[in-house]
């Protein structure tokens, strides 16, 4: 065989082996030194190609098409900084535990560390934030196909072995980067694969059935990207416990009517009082999920240490931030539906959590008529939504989510990226979930977070989208307001609330996105309405970083006083 | 102690050691975890601050900032994310071997790795591309300050010394996150430093002064930036060698008129020609600095392996990617300059590359008459400029000034990112070098290099500026058409030519930046010259990538031809 017939084999057999596992979609940043595999990706059948000029955002992007599609997601970059650029998103999968697939094509071996133009050291580049990293051999030996193949196969399923996280493969190339188009590529000997599962033990199972009998307990539901499965809501309705549902439990939206009860949506606010939190201490806590956003929340566990605290973790890193954990069951979800459950008298402890949270949102009913502030501009939104998908930024919209998001029968389904909880890539997080998902996506953000990556928008020059970006222009970074450092006058502005004065309709005209401004709930709510006339509509909302803090905290305390009412 | 005054004393001493040890500038992304010692640096005397809302674009700006001022400049981020978008900058940086001194505050040791928010593994997070990385104590426990600072000064006396690089300091905070402002600081216990120098050995001075008695000597300098001292054009004078002066050499700015022949700043098209360089084998070459841009000059030197090519390189990962050099010369290059010459008759070889390098600009000035290409655009930009510096893109833009940059008296400083050569970042370097230089700075950069940084305008927000930013527009990667890769036309825009289809008036109305368009060299010319109404003017020119390939071509063939019937 010539080298290019090596060579063609070999970027043949590479995306070949992918598709033939379950990898649908490749986001590829264009570059000179990964030319032969870009051109096997073009030219595999089952693969769709995205495209993307800024590295940082492909690789976001490439986090929202896995988050929403469930499956892993392959990146190809050429070599230099161009790697370096995917780090952030990169980290991000690793704790928010998403199959990336990060290819980066690299110099020979001759050129590396030697004064060569863009050439780094990318073996391992991407230290301990990928859960397994190779570097594969020059594609220029014959009958290294099998362990080609195989390779591929043991990165891959390490990226989908849970916990399931990103994974890299570094592959050198060696001029010339050309391959021949005509040459037909048959696979042999490829290796298929039956997965193990980490099912319930028998002991585990005993164990949760004794702790189900209790009255005082709570089941909290952190982040599902996947919809949990139909006995969930049979074994909710039969456990009879509140069911605290984190922003991102996907618990908020197609949720059945029957259930709507057991679901608290309103937790995080109900733990900010103090005569609530009192009445409601539970025996038993379990929590499937990561650690949910609510800070109330984690204080709450961390002060009354119940007795019994269960956390589902199929990782030995169990997440217990506050070190409260009682028992680790190192074992899927998935088990937890499938417990027996005996019938149980009708639970008062519920009812307490669903009372409190309807007053909850009777309070909100009527904050909302009175007041206007950032949360009660997102309730415009939210409860407009339906058949869609609602990406919220990490800072105050994943907040504003939970203080103002009532559980609904609508279909929607929210993403955010909280594994390291970053304000930056959210913006390509969103076109990626729109790509995966092929129906029409809400962006939810910041101003600071938009702007940290309105390269996101790229996107939509490159490929069809259909997504409508609401961006909280307060000027800053609004959460700080809500930090102790706002009690501190000196260089308050100039390191946490860091105005920069700008506004985003150049930024639209720019990307030929529509366009809406608005500064009341009315003019916001007809911008929402406002028909879709191009492929990203952006609806800016200009609002006041001090007065949403007052307003927010007006809302709580309200609660409060109706509370003691009762 | 309270711990408040344990913390404020510990900032305190950060800063404060750090600007008796030479750091003069700090670049601060806003971020709640760094707030103590964010505090520190905005009270230091002594310490200007810079922010930056993306902390990629901060990294790049505070490269920038270090290349031009020569001093070592602080990062400063919150931890999470954040970090991680320092990366491409750093890698950058190790490879440029400059002196950043990158600090990340993290979350304390009981919130790592534990599943709590915005913490990830920061302990040696950029892996091999820092010199050093270290992760300090919490800063609570009294006694520690002569440690600290002892640290520190290993922290960036690593980064100082030759050659010169990156590191990390990781500083965990635990809350309250909060300084006494009006506590007092006295420094107690520092240390003073005394470096040392890698002077040549006597037995390299002996062998280079038996090197310059040969007539077929080349002198080719990389990337210095840094001017030469002016002991360089006396030893120069005396040398009477060619010398290849690459565009980032600074040896194309601020020429003497006496040594403008010894100067060649056209060997990049002269060697392109085959006529040419069969009659100008060297017998010894000597190179200072990194691999210059050229290729042609690459391809010379591995085609005719001099007999003798001595490579200066402080460190022992001697540059040298063609594998060619033959001596190694472990030592700073000012050595080279005081080491004895004898006079010697009139040099025929180095006249005979002066006169060749005349007949190029001859050629030049006739083919900028008839054809219009980026190149000829970007020499309209390069004949106006004095008392300024100017920054180039990586990719095509420092290419044109290897090709059109013609040696002059005029005081212009040249600066590009050719560490990694990453097309990333630019932006930001430019913003940054014109803060450490204080006068006018101008960047010649390509429409997607621009577009991957255009965070780096948020720069101009937030402090003064004097920048003018020429966009050569040629909708996508316009260095693909020179490669072979534009020979296979499948794929071609998709994988290479990516065309976006953005223009930048938009952008530029966003930043409040004057904004001037051009499609012809009058238009263009006239656009330069328009006097400056913003801090940041941008000119976007629009050109066309095939045909910047064939006027390119047309000139170094219209040079050959010329030659010939010499």
Redesign the interface.
Known sequence: MTNLEVLTEYVSAFTHSLVEQGVKDVV?S?G?RS?PL??AC?KQEGLT?Y?Q????SAAYFALGLTKASGKPVMLLCTS???A??Y??A???A??ARMPLFVVTADRPH??R?????????QV??F???VKWSTDLPMPETENQLAFLTRHLHRALQNALTNPKGPVHVNVPFRE???ID?EQHYESNREISHFGGELTLSDDSSLFLQQLFKKEKGLLIVGEQTQKLPDEFWTFVEKLDWPVLADPLSNLRGNVPQSAKKFIIDSYDALLKSTQFKENVTPDVVIRVG??PVSKPLSLFLAAIQPETYVVFDESP?????Q?VATHHIQATEHGLWQVPLESKPPNAYRKKWTQASRLYWQVVAKHCQNELDEGVLAKVLFDRLDQCDLIVGSSMPIRDVDTYFQATERDIMLYAN?G???I??VVSTAFGVQAAKQRPAYLYIGD?SF??D??GL?AS??QETDLTIVIMNNDG?GI?SY???SQ?E??FE???G?P?????S??A???DAQYLVAETVEQFASALDEPKTASVKIVEVFTDRKNNVTTHRKLWSCFDEELAKQ
């Open positions: 590829i264009p000179s030319t870009a051109y073009m190609t495209r000029i800024d590295e940082r230099g900084t161009a370096a650029n780090f952030p990169i980290v991000e690793y704790y001759e050129l560390e030697v004064g060569a133009p863009q050439a780094i050291d391992h580049l230290g301990g934030h010339p980067l050309r188009f990561p650690q890193m169990l997440r217990d931030p070190s909280r390291a909880n970053g930056d890539g600071l702007l940290h309105m390269n790229i020059k490159m970074g700080f930090l102790p450092q501190e000196r260089y100039e390191l946490f860091t920069t004065g700008l506004t985003f150049n930024a005209k720019m990307y």
